[in-house]
Structures are given as C-alpha cells and as structure tokens.
C-alpha cells in the first residue's frame, strides 16, 4: 500500500546530542511537511517542502533542519536537542497543485505515524 | 487572527450512541476544511470539505459544512470503542503558505 513511513517509532536521546529523524513517502507526493506535537496540542508545522523548494516557517528555531534528497525520502534534523524538544514529530505529504486553479482547495495532507523523541 | 475552535474539548459516551462534534472558524480566504482522527499515532484524514451544505459520508461518519455561518459538524451515529480518539478540525487557507489553522481537538472516549 502507498503510505508514509516514519523511522524511528521511538527515539531516545541525549540533551545536546544531534538527532536525525527519516520520513519516505510511497505516494510521489511532491509536497512534503514536518510538524511538531506536543501533549494535548494541535500539530505545529516546522516547514515543508515544495519538490526542493524549502519552506522555512517563521518560528522554527534554528536548531531544526531539513533535508530533501529526493522526492520520496525527507530527513528532519535537531541539531542540539534541548528539553523543550520532546514531543512526537509528525511527517506529512501531499499533492501539490491546486485542484482547479488559484483560490480552490488544495490535495489533503496524509500523515505518517510519527517518531516520538524523548530527550534524556 | 485567524482560529479554529472545536467544542466540546471532551465527551464521553457509550458504544451505540450517536456524537456530534463542531468546529467553527474564523479564517480569510478560506479554501477548505479538513478533518481528522487521532489515536495513540499520527492523524488520520477523514474527510475534506469545500462547499456548503454537501454532506461527505463514510460509513457511520459524516461532515457537512456551513460556510456562511462558518462552522462544520461530523457527526459519529452508533459509536463503537474503536472511535475512542482525538478529532482534530483544520482549515486550509488561501496564499503560497501551506499552514494548515487547528482547532485543538475534541477527545471522544465511547465506553462498552
């Protein structure tokens, strides 16, 4: 089946200790995202990808990273994991396009399962 | 500023009830509204919405928007312990930006 496919489930880490998390897509997808959940907490978008176009948001700390080096596979990378940066990280993909043209909806987001980070 | 709010923020039920959840938002240039279901795991999309008065259906699920009173409802008849879960509203908007506006969920526990 076509899917997203998050690597670890799990990852245990050390405070300061860089970390990488992997995210591949079966969907040729050419739009691909990382959010961040905490706890009781809507899923927050770190950044996307648009096919290579890296689209960074306003608040993500520079201590997060990220790497597309080709469609299906996208890495997330924490340099110097604080406290603060537990949480389950959350990858996304979608068409990219319009469905009809300017202004209409855009292709739904599908998730993988997540990699839950938890910081030593 | 843009919002979602979903209500209620929890529910508790017995299997066989039927639930309604709602989600109203205030967003410019709205294109579509999104539904999701989350368990222990990564959301799951279950449906997108786009036109006013258009029920989407899926089994015991069903969403329908209303766009000038801006909210959606999905409702859950004969709900069974598999639909324990967060439901989370997202509603895309307008602009190069891709950033999903979510609500902060409804969290349905349905009894035995």
């Known amino acids: 089946d076509a899917m997203v496919i998050q690597n670890p489930r799990y990852q245990v880490t050390q405070f300061g200790k860089p970390v990488t998390l992997s995210c591949s897509q079966t969907?040729?997808?050419?739009?691909m995202y990382w959010y961040q959940q905490k706890s009781s907490q809507a899923p927050k978008l770190l950044f996307h990808?648009?096919?290579?176009?890296?689209?960074n948001e306003a608040d993500t700390p520079d201590n997060f990273q990220s790497r597309r080096p080709n469609t299906s596979f996208c890495f997330l990378d924490i340099r110097s994991p604080g406290l603060g940066d537990a949480a389950m990280y959350l990858c996304?993909?979608?068409?990219?396009?319009?469905?009809?043209?300017?202004?209409?909806?855009?292709?739904?987001?599908?998730f993988g399962d997540g990699t839950r980070l938890s910081i030593l | 500023e843009d919002k979602v709010v979903q209500s209620p923020l929890s529910l508790v039920v017995h299997e066989g009830d039927t639930v309604t959840l709602n989600c109203s938002y205030e967003?410019?240039?709205?294109?579509?509204l999104l539904w999701y279901k989350q368990e222990k795991k990564a959301p799951t999309f279950l449906f997108m919405l786009?036109?006013s008065g258009i029920e989407k259906k899926s089994g015991r699920l069903s969403s329908i928007l209303d766009k000038k009173e801006l909210f959606s409802i999905l409702n859950i008849t004969a709900t069974q312990t598999g639909d324990s879960a967060v439901y989370l509203c997202?509603?895309?908007?307008?602009?190069?930006?891709?950033?999903?506006?979510w609500g902060l969920g409804t969290s349905l526990a349905v009894n035995p």
């Open positions: 996304a993909t979608s068409k990219g396009g319009f469905f009809g043209g300017a202004g209409l909806p855009r292709a739904p987001q599908h």
């Open positions: 969907l040729n997808h050419n739009v």
């Open positions: 990808y648009y096919d290579k176009d890296f689209n």
């Open positions: 967003v410019t240039n709205f294109r579509s």
């Open positions: 786009t036109s």
């Open positions: 997202a509603v895309d908007h307008a602009g190069n930006n891709r950033k999903l506006i």
